[in-house]
């Protein structure tokens, strides 16, 4: 039960994080595009897709499923599901005119650039975030001793 609640918690908070996230974007192509007002369905789906991104992102990147599996094979548990949950909301809640060939090639071009721009900025915080530790460490193993 502990586990289940953990889970929950984490499901949670990266939930509001990815619905702050979304609703930053959002606003601000709103007030690009001069639009005063928010339609409802809109808000409900960035909330749906957010709880599914969190929901995807607990079971791809956490030991609870996959216990031992490389990272790019979790970034293809998460972007796999994730996307067809993407084009699911974008087609039941009408984000953009689905019967146009380029609106699903700008689409698919969006969700590839922002994947990988996400990817590679948590790659860059890890690997600095990483050397950071390593470097304390050196600096503790040569000072210890004196």
Known sequence: ????????????????LCYTAAM????????VFKQETAPLSILFSLLLVCIAAGTMQVVAFSDLLFKKLAYGW???????PFGAVLTAAAVGFR???TGQAGAWVLFGLF?????AAITGG??????L??????DKLDWYRR???K
């Open 1 to 16: 039960m502990k586990k289940f609640f953990q889970v929950c918690t984490t499901i949670k908070e990266v939930t509001a």
């Open 24 to 31: 930053c974007f959002y606003l601000f192509f709103q007030w």
């Open 74 to 80: 979790r970034l293809v548990v998460f972007v796999v």
């Open 95 to 97: 984000w953009f005119p």
């Open 111 to 115: 969700f590839a650039l922002i994947f």
């Open 122 to 127: 948590i790659e860059l915080y890890y690997r």
């Open 129 to 134: 975030s990483g050397r950071k530790w390593n």
């Open 143 to 145: 000072n210890r001793d």
